[in-house]
């Protein structure tokens, strides 16, 4: 049996219901970069807490509701 923590997240989604947000825009906004927007969306990489917190303010959206921890 794995047991292994999961993050998801709804950047992709979210961009696109951002005005088509590029994700050279969301780096540009968060203070990353493209390649980092890229393996975020899919599910790569994690984000540090701070970052998780840039991202989600960015889409004016609750933390939760751009994360999602599946533990």
Known sequence: MDNK????????QLRFETA???QQELADAVGIT???VIALEKGQY???????????????????????FEG
Not at 5 to 12: E, L, P
Not at 46 to 68: C, G, H, T
């Open 20 to 22: 088509e947000m590029t």
């Open 46 to 68: 994690y984000p540090s807490l701070e970052l998780a917190f840039r991202i989600a303010q960015r889409f004016k959206r609750p933390l939760e509701d751009v994360f999602q």
């Open 34 to 36: 493209r390649q980092t």
């Open 5 to 12: 923590a999961v993050i998801r997240n709804r950047i992709r």
